[in-house]
């Protein structure tokens, strides 16, 4: 709901309040945009952006000065882009906001990324992992040496992902080194450095020092592999476990960037160990979701992503929920399928309810596709034929494709058929 604020109040509270509200929806940042004879405050919540209210210009200048002012950055610049950090308190609960400021044509935009400061690591349950995917992780977890790759678009997680197997690694005595930019997570027993270019501290000079200090296990975040593709085979044939995280559609563009980018392709082949590709759906609002029985159309959807066969179809596809109900995926409720039939489907209520602020949605979850080398991976890397042979290796391969596990967790009841279809829409125009 739009409000235009009439009332005078103090700028510091105004911030406060700006920044409360959005902890309170769960946003991870806030937009602060200025338009025509007014500013726009945007939330940014499960992926989407969410317009709630708005200031006059004068009350707009006056915020973002006291932003600069708490961000530690230059009051009166109005011409160049800006990047600070302030903490924030909420509810005895410490955050650190990120602050970026960048001139646009109707005056300066303002993003403020909102990261609490001292989480508890997420479990891989928690954040949608299951089944044999989740058995896969653990496994390669246990690896001494070898490349993992964690990719996906902006916001879907990637960064929780490598917060929760690094943690786990820590906590079972290993010794944990990250080179960062920037640290997002406080990973506690791990020993993290935050890349600084004005002092000569890159990712380069990071990781070589990582090297001289006995890491066990390594992450480097985002994976740009500039001056450093040697460093990076070095560490791998080392006996170092590595962590890379980067910005890719799929698996496929992950590995085929990685390659591209100057990585030893008989390195590539040989030691990467798996890839998991990110993307989230929103969760159904557990007050007021409600159930209905899916058409035909719907039904024949569904299965065509699983088989061409509609009886194998349908098998598949009910051997797959009981096995995420096993692993606890809304364990509480019962089978959505049996052997022949999708009995039933969720949606959210129109207008939602008061939970979840009459949305019909609360909260995310992710959807995930995992990768694991093997001998016809190894093949195509070898020969250089190419992301889309990587592509169709993996389709052929993959377990479980990021929307099959939006499917299955749609029949758990945690997502909707609209969000299923809202994730194909986005991989068709990627």
């Not at 919540?45 to 200031?55: A, C, I, M, P, Q």
């Not at 939602?352 to 991976?377: A, D, M, R, T």
């Not at 052929?396 to 994730?423: F, H």
Request: aromatic share 4%; charged share 20%; with cysteine.
């Amino acid at each position: 709901m739009q409000t235009q604020e009439k009332k005078p109040i103090a700028t510091t509270a105004r911030l406060q309040s700006i920044v409360d509200y959005g902890i309170t929806l769960g946003a991870k940042a806030i937009h602060l945009e200025p338009r025509k004879g007014s500013m726009a405050i945007r939330y940014r919540v499960n992926g989407s952006l969410k317009e709630e209210r708005h200031l006059s210009l004068s009350e707009y200048n006056a915020l973002i000065a006291q932003i600069k002012l708490k961000s530690n950055l230059k009051i009166t610049e109005h011409a160049s882009a800006q990047q600070g950090i302030f903490h924030h308190s909420f509810k005895k609960n410490a955050f650190k906001v990120s602050a970026t400021v960048l001139p646009i044509l109707e005056g300066e935009k303002v993003v403020l990324h909102i990261q609490h400061t001292n989480p508890k690591p997420p479990t891989l349950e928690s954040l949608g992992f299951w089944g044999q995917s989740l058995k896969t992780i653990q496994q390669t977890l246990s690896l001494h040496r070898g490349l993992i790759i964690v990719s996906g678009k902006r916001n879907t997680g990637k960064s929780a992902t490598l917060f929760s197997m690094l943690s786990t690694l820590a906590n079972s005595g290993l010794s944990v080194a990250t080179i960062e930019d920037p640290v997002r997570h406080v990973i506690k027993g791990a020993h993290q450095t935050q890349v600084n270019h004005k002092n000569g501290l890159t990712t380069e000079m990071g990781l070589r020092n990582i090297l001289l200090q006995d890491a066990d296990a390594i992450l480097i975040q985002p994976l740009h592999l500039k001056n450093i593709s040697e460093l990076i085979e070095t560490t791998i044939q080392k006996g170092h476990l590595l962590f890379g995280s980067l910005h890719a559609v799929d698996s496929a563009e992950a590995i085929h960037h990685l390659v591209n980018s100057g990585l030893d392709k008989y390195t590539a082949a040989k030691h990467i160990q798996l890839a998991i590709t990110h993307d989230q759906v929103r969760t159904l609002c557990n007050n007021c979701k409600q159930a209905y029985a899916p058409s035909e159309e719907e039904v024949k959807m569904l299965l065509r992503e699983f088989s061409n066969n509609e009886n194998l179809a349908i098998e598949r596809l009910h051997i797959l929920e009981m096995a995420a109900k096993d692993s606890g995926i809304a364990a509480e409720r019962k089978l959505s399928t049996t052997y022949g039939k999708i009995e039933q489907l969720w949606k959210a209520r129109p207008n939602g309810c008061q939970n979840c602020n009459y949305k019909g949605y609360k909260g995310s979850i992710g959807v995930f596709e995992i990768v694991q080398n093997g001998i016809e991976l190894q093949k195509i890397l070898l020969a250089n034929l190419g992301r889309q042979s990587l592509r169709d290796e993996i389709k052929r391969s993959l377990a479980l494709s990021t929307k099959q596990d939006a499917i299955v967790k749609m029949l758990r009841g945690l997502t909707s058929m609209s969000e299923v279809m809202r994730l194909q829409t986005i991989r068709e125009q990627d």
